[in-house]
């Protein structure tokens, strides 16, 4: 071909490139509504943990629903954004990276996992953008003087130091092991696990952590079985708790095994199976038939999504929570929504929520449940 | 506690062994090492999953669930079979004649397909299989005797034997060892070599999933669990000696007692906690290629003319 053709052939690829570009560019952005309060949210969607990321999503899409169905805030409709975090660290800085850019993110429900929320805390206060964590109950997760910072739930220190005295004084345990996962969240909780028992004078044998993502525990509990203890108290998620409590069975050991919330979900009724009978988890809700709103919650819940989750209600009420801070602000700016959800009382289904100087719930009621035919049933 | 750690370490080795065989057996005639192998395991245990279910769901288990227990084993071990040979023709034969290094790249992609392709099927939560065996617990002194560890020793020890016995007595087993032994003269013996290869990545990839069903009814399945069971049981067939059938076995056997009593024993006395045990098992495998790397039993040398 001669030259004139071939800058021919160059200028007519050229134009049609920035013709496609063009229109690309503008069906984008007539794609995204015109005006929307974006939610972000960042939990464990993919992975073994899928399912409380799940439900604690459905739980916020939930209130989102409700409250766009009233009429939304401010005259505009919520939108929740919801990214997999995979329950990695690094996966959820990368999220909150991607969240705080976004101008019309105006708050954040999440993590769902300690090890998530406090890196990524980090990223959030940074932009001034209110974080309300429906389940993250590390400790620190609050004493770092950050003031975006909250959480629905209570926090470890309450959960540890309460199981400690209920293994000791309502079950009467003495000789206490304790494992934990190693993540932020168990190794935290079962800390402050040993630290209420301890108070309490009880004696604990073993600490010791467990890798997550393992399969076979029948060495360490081959361990724990020839110290004798009178309980095993476990600090961790469902996946590993459910394989103990199936290992414990098959070493032919017949003391209970005891967990934080990280155990309170049917998937750990799944994994464990008939194992699961006689274990016991502490939780930071009390159970429907205590609470009304909690029964009226499931209902609803069960209406568009099924069974719900640990962490649902505690999602749909931080939503609630942010909406009602936005409302009180009356203006979308996130410094200013900050400041009102630290003013919040908001009567919810997990109860009334208020927070106190560090961005902890004043809520700090702790349940305890035992499986009972197959069943998460209240520990009276 | 001595005597639980032995126990639990034989029912975790006589796994290990049933995967290391795969490792090996390819070995021996393809001096290949299939790293597919691990997730071939992996397959087997959804496999089997699948299968058992599929069979409850037709109510087969009014023939005793022993019966359906046995059909479930040989359904997958057939099923699997045929997916090691699927991959062997596919993926390794096209590479039979290029340099060492091919076919084991081809392997790890292999293995990189399988584990996000069942990803992608089955998802990434925790199958669990329905419980079958009873529970039953027999107390001997010290030591706690669960069926279930029972059973796997005894599924595992029985197919071994069942392996054996079948590449010492039978033509195509005479057939194996001679391909193994050497390729070229074997095809001279009027041995087809293709087919005696696909028979060899059968038998291992079946082996591989008994291996699979058996973990998967002690504990449960995940898709990624092909990984460092794939990895340990290379270790133990490399400790054996790798090529070398009775020492798969052995050395599965071997590190799964070590990984035990390491955990309890050895580790604490040197500040380690017990989550280190997964790093025995390399620790043992950078020993034995430094010392031995001809491993326990030797390998299959072909005699040189």
């Known amino acids: 071909m001669n030259r004139k053709r071939i800058c021919g052939n160059y200028l007519r690829f050229f134009a049609g490139a920035v013709a496609v570009l063009t229109a690309v560019f503008v069906l984008g952005c007539a794609g995204?509504?015109?005006?929307?309060?974006?939610?972000?949210?960042?939990?464990?969607l993919t992975g073994d943990q899928a399912k409380i990321g799940q439900d604690m999503k459905n739980g916020a899409q939930l209130a989102v629903d409700d409250i766009n169905q009233k009429g939304g805030v401010l005259g505009k409709n919520l939108v929740l954004v919801a990214h997999d975090d995979k329950h990695e660290p690094r996966e959820a800085v990368a999220i909150a990276q991607k969240l705080k850019t976004d101008k019309k993110v105006m708050a954040i429900v999440g993590h769902l996992n300690s090890a998530c929320s406090l890196p990524a805390s980090n990223i959030y206060h940074q932009a001034g953008i209110v974080m309300i964590s429906p389940s993250t109950t590390n400790v620190t997760f609050t004493k770092r003087g950050y003031r975006n910072v909250f959480r629905v739930c209570t926090n470890d220190a309450v959960q540890g130091q309460t199981s400690g005295k209920f293994v000791y004084?309502?079950?009467?345990?003495?000789?206490?092991?304790?494992?934990?996962?190693?993540?932020?969240?168990?190794?935290?909780?079962?800390?402050?696990?040993?630290?209420?028992?301890k108070d309490f004078g009880g004696d604990v044998i073993l600490f010791e952590g467990i890798t997550q993502g393992d399969k076979d525990y029948t060495a360490i509990l081959t361990k724990v079985r020839?110290?004798?203890?009178d309980i095993l108290y476990f600090g961790g998620m469902y996946p590993e708790g459910g394989k103990l409590a199936k290992q414990m069975s098959e070493l032919g050991m017949k003391i209970p095994l005891i967990g934080g919330d990280g155990l309170f979900d049917s998937e750990f009724l799944r994994i464990a199976g008939r194992h699961a009978e006689g274990c016991m988890a502490s939780f930071l809700v009390a159970p429907k038939e205590k609470m009304p709103s909690v029964a009226d919650f499931e209902k609803a819940y069960r209406e568009k999504f099924g069974e719900m989750g640990p962490y649902s209600p505690y999602a749909y009420d931080a939503v609630y929570i942010i909406a009602e801070a936005i409302k009180r602000a009356n203006v979308l700016d996130r410094k200013k929504i900050a400041e009102e959800v630290a003013k919040t009382s908001y009567n919810g289904v997990v109860g009334l929520t208020m927070f106190d100087e560090f961005g902890d719930t004043l809520n700090k009621e702790i349940f305890f449940y035992i499986v009972k035919d197959g069943k998460f049933v209240f520990f009276e | 506690m001595v005597l639980q750690s032995l126990v639990n370490g034989l029912t975790l080795g006589s796994v290990y062994a049933l995967i290391a065989l795969g490792y090996t057996m390819v070995y021996g005639i393809l001096e290949l090492i299939n790293f597919a192998h691990g997730e071939i395991y992996m397959v087997g245990a959804y496999i089997g999953y699948g299968v058992l279910i599929m069979m409850m769901g037709m109510n087969l288990h009014i023939f005793g669930y022993g019966f359906t227990l046995a059909m479930v084993f040989v359904i997958t071990m057939i099923l699997v079979g045929f997916l090691g040979v699927a991959i062997e023709r596919f993926a390794y034969r096209p590479l039979r004649d290029s340099p060492r290094l091919a076919p084991l790249i081809c392997a790890v992609g292999v293995s990189i397909f399988l584990q996000n392709i069942v990803m992608l099927i089955c998802g990434t939560g925790t199958v669990v299989y329905p419980e079958i065996l009873p529970n039953a617990n027999f107390a001997i002194g010290d030591v706690n005797l669960n069926f279930i560890q029972l059973f796997i020793m005894g599924v595992s020890f029985g197919t071994m034997i069942v392996l054996h016995l079948f590449i010492k007595n039978t033509k195509l087993g005479k057939a194996m060892r001679a391909v193994a032994q050497d390729r070229t003269t074997a095809s001279l013996m009027g041995i087809n070599v293709d087919v005696i290869i696909s028979v060899t990545f059968f038998i291992g990839s079946a082996l591989g999933a008994v291996a699979g069903i058996l973990v998967g009814m002690r504990f449960d399945v995940e898709y990624n669990m092909g990984y460092l069971a794939g990895l340990k049981a290379f270790t133990a067939a490399v400790l054996g000696g790798i090529g070398n059938v009775p020492g798969a076995m052995l050395g599965g056997l071997v590190l799964g007692i070590a990984e035990n009593f390491a955990s309890i024993y050895l580790l604490p006395y040197i500040g380690l906690t017990h989550e280190y045990k997964d790093a025995l098992a390399f620790v043992i495998l950078i020993i034995v290629l430094i010392v031995k790397p001809s491993g326990i039993l030797g390998e299959r040398i072909p005699e040189k003319v």
Request: charged letters at 35%; aromatic letters at 4%.
């Open chain 1, 226 to 229: 020839s110290l004798n203890p």
């Open chain 1, 32 to 44: 995204e509504k015109a005006d929307v309060i974006k939610i972000g949210m960042g939990s464990p």
């Open chain 1, 169 to 197: 004084e309502r079950l009467k345990k003495r000789r206490i092991a304790t494992l934990h996962d190693k993540t932020a969240y168990g190794q935290g909780l079962a800390k402050e696990f040993v630290k209420g028992v």
